[in-house]
């Protein structure tokens, strides 16, 4: 295949088509979009309407050469994150830098590679450095197109007699990105100054052989440079598999029809994504805010420019359009700051991507069609769209997750109003607990992790089922935790124990998924230091239609533990917390413990047989809690999801023994306490208007905390429009602020 090839130096002339650069051709397909509405201007789709097994024929060998890539480049890694979790996926995109298919995998980052491939486009990377048959590029530079420093894209161009047909793109989560603390995802600092290894769009591969003077620069940059270097060379097989696959369809069909193909099929992205939204949502707004908290004000640990409690405001207003457009806004979202937790927006578009492929566009035939079926406003200057290109994005996750549990939300009140009940979700719950650090690891050598069982969360519950148990991700569906021993081949702690987390599922008539959580202990090491994340306290993650939040997070570690004269003496040790307000650390073992609500800390040293607890979340719920099957509640507690004194508070069910040894619902009892429980409901009841009048009164006093204060003071100065809006709501004089 790759005598039909040229090899080209971009230096000779234009590598476009029809002797056009490609800055050309981008600004060409732009303008063309622009005036029809269509990609390319098409208005018909000659192939897939025409010879529509022709069609369907190559669309299915391009994306089966991305299946087939990932699946050997899989074999390539050494990374538990790659080889365990499948944290890698690859995308076939035009010469503009669209893309046409995806494999499975981490697909949040389709988009993310287009918008890195547009900005080597605009910025003249055809003329400097040049691009050319053989040429690697990489990239993890958010500001340019990524979701955060962990996430490292390779780009090769595709040629074919001289001009280029495409790109083939690559992506995988890496172990440690030589922040200014070990792990993939350190945060406390201040800035992108510490966020690590920053690859900008470099140019660091010719003749399809990575340059050795840049792989020495990451090995002298990143801690576990192991897992870098496979990486880069997992990255790079996968992509010139794709290659491969794309030469052998054009062999086939020849090259004309392939570069119709490629055009007709982001078109026909767009055009079902519109017929999806047209057919399962009712047309209107939907606003959906989300706030997360971040209480560092006495937290020694982190940087002093980041040392004060803060939230984060995600106003999200969801418009669907009677023509099928669908448009997302964040206009009104605070500030950015000095933490690590800023999104850029192609980080943000990234967050849509992997929730459309979630909900409306959950097909194999997935493409930036949706780029062109869809809007999302950013607000410059915020969170989402910072003004100062030098903020930390190490940990882009953090408000991304909480965000976009709006947009579910919003999608759920659609589906609703459409009468398509079997769609709805009631969200999911963000992900954490975070277990991540570094230091000098159980073979003796200076290392850094991040454990990936956070991919394994609780589903919220749908519209007539419970959510899954600890199954998935919002960034990543796959949902595999990995194996316990793998996780310990790579850190230096040793799991006690792992298992579903009693009452993380959120209340509901249908209750979400529940959470997990390991008891983790510090081994073979003289010392490491370990990171805490998760919210503080504020509920991130929403239900639905009376349905509640999942679980919060708590901190609870044990330092100087007694385990080794527990083994010595052959004496029961923890292998899980359990119920915290009975928790077996605290029964069974004996140290300084640090037990607390404040997950969200920096890193904290940690040495030899110290105890680490990790908590996973719970779906958020769906409908009236008292309004749940009395069989169901007697399950959870029987199952170890719900723990019992809790039925009869949130469920109003009254268990009694069953002869087995288990519990079960007493039905007439039942019955009495929830009619009296929702007697009480009216009783403390208070009706809309008085309730929003003595609220009103709250908003004119600015009797608010000080962080609120400031979110709600950010965003009115970032945004008139929102600021009019929050005047309008509460009824204030129009030169109110705060």
């Given at each position: 295949m790759l005598d039909k090839t040229t090899k080209t130096d971009s230096r000779i002339g234009p590598i476009g088509w029809e002797g056009q650069t490609l800055k050309e051709m981008l600004e060409r397909s732009e303008a063309i979009f622009d005036r029809t509405g269509h990609y390319q201007g098409l208005k018909d789709l000659p192939i897939r309407t025409g010879k529509p097994i022709l069609y369907e024929k190559i669309f299915s060998h391009l994306r089966g050469g991305l299946v087939n890539a990932r699946s050997t480049a899989l074999n390539i890694s050494a990374s538990p994150i790659v080889k365990e979790i499948?944290?890698?996926s690859f995308a076939l995109y035009t010469p503009e830098g669209e893309s046409v298919a995806l494999s499975t995998g981490i697909i949040v980052h389709v988009h993310t590679m287009s918008d890195a491939i547009k900005y080597m486009i605009r910025n003249n990377y055809e003329k400097n450095p040049g691009i050319a048959e053989g040429f690697i590029f990489c990239n993890n530079n958010s500001m340019i197109g990524d979701v955060h420093t962990a996430d490292v894209h390779t780009l090769i161009p595709i040629f074919w007699e001289g001009e280029l047909i495409g790109w083939a793109g690559g992506v995988t989560h890496e172990i440690d990105v030589g922040g200014i603390a070990p792990g993939s995802m350190c945060y406390g600092h201040a800035d992108r100054y510490g966020d690590g290894l920053l690859i900008s769009a470099e140019l660091v591969g010719t003749d399809d052989v990575f340059h050795e003077d840049y792989l020495q620069r990451c090995r002298d940059n990143v801690r576990a440079e192991m897992y870098w270097v496979l990486d880069e060379k997992t990255r790079l097989t996968g992509c010139q598999l794709v290659r491969d696959q794309v030469f052998r369809t054009i062999e086939e069909v020849g090259i004309h029809t392939y570069k119709s193909f490629i055009s007709e099929a982001v078109e026909e992205g767009r055009r079902t994504l519109i017929?999806?939204?047209?057919?399962?949502?009712?047309?209107?707004?939907?606003?959906?805010?989300?706030?997360?908290?971040?209480?560092?004000?006495?937290?020694?640990?982190?940087?002093?420019?980041?040392?004060?409690?803060?939230?984060?405001?995600?106003?999200?207003?969801?418009?669907?359009?009677?023509?099928?457009?669908?448009?997302?806004?964040?206009?009104?979202?605070?500030?950015?700051?000095?933490?690590?937790?800023?999104?850029?927006?192609?980080a943000m578009q990234g967050a849509m991507w992997v929730q459309l492929t979630q909900t409306l566009w959950n097909s194999d035939k997935i493409n930036d069609g949706a780029y062109f079926a869809s809007t999302l406003e950013l607000p410059y200057g915020s969170w989402c769209n910072p003004d100062f290109d030098k903020v930390s994005t190490t940990l882009t996750w953090f408000f991304l997750i909480p965000a976009f549990t709006g947009f579910i939300r919003s999608l759920a009140r659609a589906?609703?109003?459409?009468?398509?009940?079997?769609?709805?979700?009631?969200?999911?719950?963000?992900?954490?607990?975070?277990?991540?650090?570094?230091?000098?690891?159980?073979?003796?050598?200076?290392?850094?992790?991040?454990?990936?069982?956070?991919?394994?969360?609780?589903?919220?519950?749908?519209?007539?089922?419970?959510?899954?148990?600890?199954?998935?991700?919002?960034?990543?569906?796959?949902?595999?935790?990995?194996?316990?021993?793998?996780?310990?081949?790579?850190?230096?702690?040793?799991?006690?124990?792992r298992g579903l987390k009693a009452n993380s599922s959120g209340p509901?008539?249908?209750?979400?998924?529940?959470?997990?959580?390991?008891l983790r202990m510090v081994f073979k090491t003289p010392g490491l230091v370990l990171f805490s994340c998760g919210e503080g306290q504020v509920f991130s993650?929403?239900?639905?239609?009376?349905?509640?939040?999942?679980?919060?997070?708590?901190?609870?570690?044990?330092?100087?533990?007694?385990?080794?004269?527990?083994?010595?003496?052959?004496?029961?040790?923890?292998?899980?917390?359990?119920?915290?307000?009975?928790?077996?650390?605290?029964?069974?073992?004996?140290?300084?413990?640090?037990f607390d609500e404040n997950q969200m800390t920096g890193p904290h040293a940690f040495a030899e047989y110290d105890l680490y607890t990790a908590v996973q979340r719970g779906?958020?719920?769906?409908?009236?809690?008292?309004?749940?099957?009395?069989?169901?509640?007697?399950?959870?507690?029987?199952?170890?999801e719900l723990l019992e004194r809790y039925a009869r508070p949130i469920y109003g069910v009254v268990l009694v023994a069953a002869g087995d040894g288990k519990a079960k619902a007493d039905k007439t009892a039942t019955a009495n306490e929830r009619q009296a429980m929702r007697k009480k409901r009216l009783e403390r009841a208070v009706d809309a208007r008085d309730y929003v009048a003595a609220q009103r009164g709250r908003v004119l006093e600015k009797d608010f905390i000080?962080?609120?204060?400031?979110?709600?003071?950010?965003?009115?100065?970032?945004?008139?429009?929102?600021?009019?809006?929050?005047?309008?709501?509460?009824?204030?004089?129009d030169d109110f602020a705060f």
């Open positions: 499948g944290e890698l017929g999806r939204v047209r057919q399962l949502t009712f047309p209107g707004e939907y606003e959906a805010p989300t706030f997360i908290d971040i209480p560092w004000s006495k937290d020694e640990t982190v940087h002093a420019l980041a040392r004060k409690d803060s939230m984060m405001h995600a106003p999200l207003r969801m418009k669907v359009s009677g023509d099928g457009h669908l448009s997302l806004s964040f206009d009104g979202a605070n500030q950015w700051d000095y933490h690590s937790f800023n999104c850029s927006p192609s589906y609703f109003a459409r009468g398509y009940l079997e769609e709805i979700s009631a969200s999911y719950p963000c992900t954490w607990n975070l277990t991540q650090g570094g230091g000098v690891n159980h073979f003796g050598q200076p290392s850094a992790f991040t454990n990936f069982e956070q991919s394994c969360q609780g589903t919220g519950a749908q519209y007539a089922k419970d959510g899954e148990a600890s199954c998935a991700a919002m960034w990543n569906p796959e949902g595999d935790m990995g194996e316990i021993e793998t996780w310990e081949h790579l850190e230096p702690l040793l799991y006690l124990g509901g008539r249908y209750r979400g998924g529940c959470g997990s959580e390991a993650s929403a239900g639905v239609f009376g349905g509640y939040p999942g679980n919060s997070g708590y901190r609870h570690n044990v330092h100087d533990s007694n385990i080794p004269e527990l083994a010595a003496a052959k004496k029961p040790y923890p292998v899980l917390d359990g119920d915290p307000e009975n928790s077996s650390i605290s029964a069974l073992a004996s140290g300084r413990e640090v779906g958020p719920g769906l409908g009236d809690p008292l309004e749940r099957d009395a069989d169901s509640v007697a399950k959870d507690v029987n199952g170890g000080a962080p609120v204060r400031a979110m709600y003071a950010s965003s009115m100065k970032l945004s008139d429009r929102w600021a009019g809006h929050f005047r309008t709501f509460w009824s204030l004089p």
